[in-house]
């Protein structure tokens, strides 16, 4: 799962938009903003953050820098630890050509001491979008891990994992049917790039398009596939 | 104690790593938030948790525990299933609650620290 390797599945699949969200860590971003742009493919700058009760909330951010801003308080938050490769894998930072510039030793699989408020707060702060990821998924998700999404928690938007059809999640979280529904394909591999997908009518491929879409402004909507 | 002898005294059904369960098993906690065990459980514990997704193998691994009890019948996923017998963890199954499992655990002397 390389920058260079995702920018052509996605362009491939003919998608026009696709956000990088590695776990509590923004460092490939950058770079397949870079190589996505060259296929006309918008590659949103996002992250996928681990709360202190292990919800997991994704960002989507309009720029690198806002994107790099809330990774410096992850960072500061997460969990101590270093990465173990024989658990969990090489954390590999990688440039257009497919070279490894380092390593993150970081525990990118651990939680953060932020809490799932604190986390969406953050992201807001940075005019971010926060997103509950895979609310069906149990692990990780954050009906799964608090039984119930805090009436409170200023959501953008939930995402429904490949794993279900959209009635079937319908049926289960008809009671969050207000929110602004979304799925993508949460691909931790390359096969999985464009499993599923999400879209929107709206005038370009760009994040404040897609902020449009998700409230339903003038004209912009989500279509659900 | 081995991980065989709390099988048998505590009716536990063994769905992986079965050639695994001669492992000696020296503490034991409860948690199912995996930041939590990974900052606090020690090496030989045995770990209960409901948590049944295949991260909850790369912790075992990762901490070198003796096994892990999930609790009130749940059943692990495919994929967890696979890794477990992979990696040669054993996990258990249990039809009491994490309450009930720990109170036993400790009763057989079982500690956390």
Known sequence: ???????????????????????????????????????????????????????????????????????????????????????????????????????????????????????VETIHSFGGLAIASHIDREGFGIIGQLGFIPPELSLDALEISRN??????????????????????????LSDVGKVSTGFFMEHSTFDELCLALKGVEGRKIILY | MKLQELVDSLSLVVKTASAHLTKEVTGGYVSDLLSDVIANIKEGSVWITLQTHQNIVAVATLKELSGIILVNNRTPDADTLKKADGEGIPILVSSLSAFEIAGLLYNLGLRCR
Not at chain 1, 58 to 86: C, H, K, M, T, W
Request: some cysteine; hydrophobic content about 40%; glycine content about 6%.
């Open chain 1, 164 to 189: 279900i059809t959209i009635d079937n999640a319908k049926t289960r979280f008809g009671e969050y049917s207000h929110f602004p529904w979304l799925t993508s394909s949460d691909a931790h591999e």
């Open chain 1, 1 to 119: 799962m390389t920058p260079y390797r995702i920018v052509e599945k996605a362009a491939s699949l003919g998608l026009n938009i696709i956000a990088i969200c590695d776990h509590n860590s923004v460092e490939n971003a950058e770079v397949t903003k870079r190589l996505a742009k060259k296929k006309g493919i918008n590659a949103i700058p996002g992250i996928e953050v681990t709360s202190f009760e292990e919800v997991h909330i994704v960002g989507l951010f309009s720029d690198i820098s806002s994107a790099l801003r809330i990774q410096d308080i992850v960072y500061d938050n997460l969990q101590p630890g270093e990465n173990d490769v024989d658990a969990f894998g090489y954390q590999v930072v990688v440039n257009e050509n497919d070279e490894v510039l380092g390593f993150n030793n970081r525990l990118l699989i651990g939680a953060t001491n932020l809490s799932v408020s604190k986390v």
